[in-house]
């Protein structure tokens, strides 16, 4: 047998591998880099479309914030109105002014002047015809399918079980205005139900008649309205550029007489409408941390009316009051009177609630009651609300929060705006004790409307 040092297969040599220069490496290492950064960035411009069609997410997104320019009250200086002077770069002001942020289709034709020339000639007409009434509804119905562009129908599926124990599934509708779009989200304010937007899925039924799933963005119990939104991108193409922003207008310009156009669901049935006008209106009425400004109609109304009122400019003027209507008509809130409230909603914010009604001391007052403070007399305090809760009364005079003295119902919803929620704050009052007022401190832990 042949040694196992003659057999040729088991005999190697071992070579050293030569060694890659330092500057050899260096190259090999930067070539590689920029093929892999090269890429990466094919796969972002490219699969980054694709990916956001099929990558939802269900939390707010907006990167802007929403801002509605506020109006004063005739003869109300704005000291008591809150800061806008802040830096605004970076804020979106919802109006419909900016075509690419609101989805409008650049059309020249302005349908509520239409309505204006066409009342303005029949007014001068000395035996208006047929024909001038049939146009004039004509330029109206142009005004609605404009302002229909900025409305939507939203749907709540819920679950539930009947009397044998078996779930079943029904859906509610409401309808919805859209009062602002930024880059990522479409806003839409709603009203609110108790058991509605906490324990259902949401859908928006939109114009063109996509059906896009929503969010709630912020809710307000007291006014008894929700702002919901939509991710932009859920939206097709098309349909971004069938909606529109709906413009809030200015309701301390209204005035008896005014012609109105009632939409939503002033019939009951979302998408029904109703002409009417404005037969007068209440002003400095007490509500929750606010006055408010009444808008009554000619128009019937009953318990299930809900909707908005816009006038001949397209503007919305005003809310259905959640009081319900005044002798079978529809009554509706002004718009000015809570902008702000609309606006901390679009931004994901809560307002303070303090849970009190009152009126702004007037000199009358002031000189009937014998004091010389300003402040706002307390006609009720809201059963359970942080205001009762702390030992605040009626006929106490809010005085100050937080050492800031508060002089009107105005000043005092500017605070409370400006506040975060969940807080305690020290309020005083003054309190009768039969024969004069004492001042009198309460710490009152704020809570979120």
């Known amino acids: 047998m042949e040694p196992a040092e003659n057999k040729p297969f088991i005999r190697e040599t071992i070579e050293e591998k030569p060694r890659m220069s330092f500057g050899k490496k260096l190259l090999l290492t930067v070539f590689l880099a920029l093929v892999f950064g090269a890429v990466a960035a094919i796969t972002f411009v490219f699969g980054r479309g694709v990916a956001e069609r099929f990558v939802t997410t269900t939390e707010s997104e907006t990167a802007e914030s929403i801002f509605f320019p506020p109006d004063n009250p005739p003869g109300v200086s704005t000291a008591d109105e809150p800061d806008t002077t802040e830096e605004t770069a970076a804020q979106t002001e919802a109006t419909p002014s900016d075509t690419a942020a609101t989805g409008e289709s650049g059309s020249s034709a302005d349908p509520s002047e239409a309505v204006r020339a066409m009342i303005e000639s029949m007014l001068a007409a000395k035996q208006p015809d047929i024909h001038d009434l049939q146009m004039l509804y004509q330029s109206m ?162 318990d299930g009316s809900r909707g908005f009122l816009i006038d001949l400019n397209g503007e919305v003027v005003g809310l259905f009051s959640q009081d319900g209507n005044e002798n079978g008509l529809i009554t509706a809130v002004g718009i000015s009177d809570i902008k702000s409230y609309l606006q901390n909603m679009s931004n994901g914010l809560s307002t303070a609630y303090l849970g009190i009604t009152g009126h702004t001391l007037s000199g009358r007052m002031k000189e009937q009651l014998g004091i010389e403070e300003n402040g706002v007399y307390i006609l009720s305090c809201a059963d359970d609300g942080p205001a009762m809760v702390a030992g605040l009364m009626s006929g106490d005079i809010l005085t100050s929060i937080s050492g800031e003295p508060v002089i009107s119902m105005l000043a005092l919803r500017t605070k409370l705006l400006d506040m975060n929620t969940e807080q305690t704050v020290k309020i005083t009052v003054l309190r009768s004790n039969g024969t004069d007022y004492q001042p009198l401190e309460y710490d009152v832990h704020l809570e979120r409307r």
């Open 141 to 302: 119905g142009d005004l609605v399918s404009e302002m229909n562009r900025a409305l939507v129908t939203v749907s709540i599926t819920r679950k539930g079980t009947d009397a044998f124990g078996t779930e079943y599934t029904y859906e509610e509708q409401n309808f919805g205005v859209i009062v602002a779009i930024t880059s990522k989200e479409i806003l839409i304010l709603t009203p609110y139900a108790e058991s509605g937007q906490d324990d259902g899925s949401l859908n928006v039924h939109f114009v063109n008649n996509e059906i896009v799933g929503a969010y709630t963005k912020s809710t307000d119990k007291i006014s008894g309205l929700a702002m919901l939104a939509v991710t932009v991108r859920s939206l097709s193409d098309a349909g971004r550029e069938m909606i529109k922003v709906a413009d809030l207008g200015n309701s301390y310009n209204c005035t008896a007489g005014q012609p109105v156009i009632a939409m939503g669901a002033p019939a009951g049935a979302n998408g029904s409408l109703r002409y009417g006008m404005l037969t007068h209106l209440s002003q400095d009425v007490a509500a929750m941390d606010n006055t408010l400004r009444l808008l009554h109609t000619d128009m019937s109304g009953f």
